[in-house]
């Protein structure tokens, strides 16, 4: 079998050359970090299901003229996207508090606030990806005050329509990560959403029960998170169809 290039390999995926210029390989592993990997272990199968899931949602969001990198899934653990450059800030979205911000502002968990809020934390695991502002991120040259306009828009609409598509399977988005990135069209730059958008990097609630079906289940050690990820995929149709939890990568490094 082929040999193929790795470009990168974070705590969850890695990303390999695609088979065009301009496109990677993006592949879901089963492993599961919390705590800046402080904790860590190895799920089987959610590599499977946040391939799915973030496909779906990528998927919708393409529809309604949200641009980001999702071109096609190629099998149950890789995605073609497109390459971009990473903008290094992690950009969070939060409807009601929860996680750090409950932690930093005394705020109780679960208080739905009154408007959704926008933070920016500097994607380093060195520094345990600290809270930034948009002083910092004009001052250092992280990104542009056009960038910045631009990066509020799609964080808002990834919000509406990540919360209603929630809501409609009873879901409460409570809060979520997305990074962005830029690509360049002839002399014009534009940003898109890049990474994943999963239970990984999403708080997502049952309406009724409250249970929690995300990566709290895992930081928190509330139950099996294989069965929280299989109830959203579940609920949005898209549980894979065979168990091939054990797919290693299709080309080796
Ligand atoms: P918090 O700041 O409360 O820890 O996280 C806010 C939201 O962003 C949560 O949905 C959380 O899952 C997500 N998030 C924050 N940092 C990361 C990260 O480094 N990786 C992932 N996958 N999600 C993150």
Redesign the pocket.
Known sequence: MARRKKIYEG??KILYEGPEPGTLVQYFKDDATAFNAEKRDVIEGKGVLNNRLSEYFMTGLNTIGVPNHFIKRLNMREQLVRACEIVPL?I?V?NVA??????RLGIAEGTALPRPIV?Y?L?DDKLG?PLVSEEHIAAFGWASQHDMDDIVALALRVNDYMSGLMYGVGIRL????IEVGRVYEGDFQRLIVAD?ISP????LWDLESGQKL???VFRQDLGSLSDAYTEVARRFGVMPKQATHMQKPTLIN
């Open positions: 705590k969850a992690e969070i939060r929860a996680g750090s911000l409950s932690k933070e934390c994607k990806d409570v809060d979520f990560k994943e990984d990097s999403c708080r995300d990566k709290d």
